[in-house]
């Protein structure tokens, strides 16, 4: 299972990028868990300065906007 964490303050570009990330998952039959993460903190700890951003097993692979579906 991949731990993935969306990373943004609740905005409808962080909404809809953590609903293309599990329709992706699910379209690859990726079996996933997905943690929503509005701590301005905690974006800090993986360097973050634009939202949303997309942390797959603890590495940042995304932020800045809603990343593509191929992406």
């Known amino acids: 299972m991949r731990?993935?964490?969306?990373?943004?303050?609740?905005?409808?570009?962080?909404?809809?990028?953590?609903?293309?990330?599990?329709?992706?998952?699910?379209?690859?039959g990726v079996p996933i868990a997905v943690e929503k993460v509005e701590d301005p903190q905690e974006f800090a700890t993986y360097g973050v300065m634009r939202t949303p951003a997309v942390v797959i097993d603890g590495r940042l692979v995304h932020a800045g906007g809603v990343p593509s579906r191929e992406k």
């Open 3 to 28: 731990n993935i964490k969306v990373l943004g303050i609740g905005c409808a570009n962080c909404r809809n990028t953590q609903a293309l990330v599990e329709e992706v998952a699910t379209a690859a």
